[in-house]
Each structure stands twice: as structure tokens, then as C-alpha cells.
């Protein structure tokens, strides 16, 4: 019985997708007001929507609608496609992570992402990595600027579709930033924490982490975490189970205007 949801973040926790995905925001605030931007805003553990909002209002921009701010973001994304493919890489030992935790028979394994979900499925496609998650079920940047409002989003996708409930005891989230920890908290979810992008162990640990790994490279590590259970140095046995399937496209939460559909 799947009785635990696992919600992972994407940028700098499974992967990095280089400097098109931070090209994302200065390219479609020049495609919504026909100039480029001259503000900055930091990115780390925010949603899509916050930080091209952000961006607009510090530079006095007004009546954009969220829709159009949307599409502008996905084709921006779209336009360095190739780019994306090219200097995006999966983190050391995210593959197989995703691996074991698929082949748990306890688990559900999703995305808790600021992405769009377009953006987010085309990331991880970019580097052979979306068909390891249930991105169905998963949250996005399009489901919310508020990135504590998707830990509730994804756990009712999955109690729609496999009928348990998921709150605080069996809802984990794995990010890299302060952010991630701090929304897992808020939304009722287990933040464990691995310090791959720009926080430290103990900035993290701090924030709130059950749990900070310093990568993903222990897979035993990783299902201890999640699972609870034996230290690294002491594994535990794993039952192999049938990959369960993806879909591509999660019923789109109130607000939001993303499909999924890549073009």
C-alpha cells in the first residue's frame, strides 16, 4: 500500500539546468513590456509567478494578467530550448534516487516545484528525468505564487487518485533552499533538505530540515530520510515493485492557467 508521498523539488535539488532557466524572467518581461529589465530579484526557492510579479512591480509595471505573464514565461523557456538541453545536467546520484524510491511499494513519488508546470516537464525532460515522478499528482508554480500553498495542492491530487489521505506524518518535501524547508513546514509536510544549491548544511538545518544530506549520492541515505529507519552505514532491504505510471498533466488547481502541453 503507497501510504507515503514524496514531493521533490527541481532546480539545483534533481538537476541544474544552467543559464537558460535563469534567462527565463528577463526574457519574458521583455516580451510583456517591450524593453528589458534593469531590477534583479533572487529566484531561490520561489515560485515562477512570484518572481517575475516581483520583477514588474520594481519596475512599475501594472495590469499584466497573470495568464499572459504565464505564457510569456513558457515561451521564454521554449525559445532556449536547446540551450536547456545542452548544459542541463541531473545532479550526482538524482537518477537513482528517484530509481529506489520508485520501486518502494510504500511510496508516491511526485514534484513540489515554483516551476510552471510546463517549464517543470520540460526541464526534466531536457535531462531523461520526468518519466521517474508521477508529475500527475504533483504542484507547480502555476498552481500558486505562494510556494507553502502546493504542499496541500499535491496531497489532494494524490488522495484523488489513490483514495489515502497525506498530511504532516506522511508527506515529505526535498529541496535545496531555506524556502523549501520553510513551506514544507507551513503546508504540513516533512522537510528534508540536501545542500546542493546555495544554502548550507546548517543554513538549512536551521530552517528546520528533519533532515539535511549533502547530495543525493547515498541512496541508502536518501531512502532513510524518507523512510525512516536504518543510518546510512546500516541499510535497510528494499521490496522491488512495478514502476508506476505517469501522466503528464495534473488537474490544474483553482487559478491556474497551465496544461502541461508541451508544444
Known amino acids: 500500500m503507497r501510504t507515503t508521498l514524496v514531493l521533490w523539488d527541481i532546480d539545483h535539488t534533481l538537476m541544474v539546468s544552467g543559464p537558460a532557466a535563469t534567462s527565463v524572467y528577463p526574457r519574458a518581461f521583455a516580451l510583456l513590456t517591450g524593453r528589458p529589465p534593469t531590477a534583479t530579484v533572487e529566484t531561490a526557492g520561489r515560485t515562477e509567478r512570484a518572481i517575475l510579479q516581483e520583477l514588474l512591480a520594481l519596475e512599475g509595471i501594472t495590469g499584466i494578467a497573470q495568464s499572459a505573464a504565464d505564457r510569456a514565461m513558457v515561451r521564454s523557456l521554449r525559445a532556449v530550448a536547446k540551450e536547456l538541453r545542452d548544459h542541463s545536467h541531473a545532479l550526482p546520484g538524482a537518477r537513482e534516487a528517484l530509481a529506489a524510491l520508485r520501486a518502494e511499494p510504500r511510496v508516491i513519488q511526485s514534484l513540489l516545484t515554483g516551476n510552471l508546470l510546463r517549464n517543470a516537464v520540460r526541464k526534466l525532460r531536457a535531462v531523461a528525468l520526468y518519466e521517474c515522478v508521477e508529475a500527475g ?127
Not at 524547508?181 to 540536501?194: D, E, L, N, S, T
Not at 548550507?200 to 549520492?217: K, S
Open 137 to 263: 499528482i504533483g504542484a507547480y508554480g502555476s498552481d500558486s505564487a505562494e510556494r507553502a500553498d502546493l504542499v496541500g495542492v499535491a496531497q489532494q491530487r494524490a488522495r484523488h487518485r489513490y483514495g489515502a489521505v497525506f498530511g504532516p506524518d506522511n508527506t515529505v518535501v526535498i529541496g535545496d533552499t531555506v524556502r523549501d524547508v520553510q513551506a514544507a513546514r507551513a503546508g504540513g509536510a516533512r522537510p528534508i533538505a540536501v545542500a546542493t544549491g546555495t544554502y548550507t548544511a546548517a543554513e538549512l538545518r536551521g530552517a528546520g530540515a528533519e533532515a539535511v544530506l549533502p547530495d543525493l549520492r547515498d541512496t541508502d541515505a536518501v531512502l532513510a530520510a524518507v523512510l525512516g529507519g536504518s543510518p546510512p552505514d546500516g541499510p535497510q532491504p528494499r521490496e522491488q515493485r512495478a514502476a508506476a505510471p505517469t501522466t503528464a498533466t495534473p488537474g490544474p488547481a483553482t487559478g491556474s492557467t497551465d496544461t502541461g502541453r508541451l508544444p
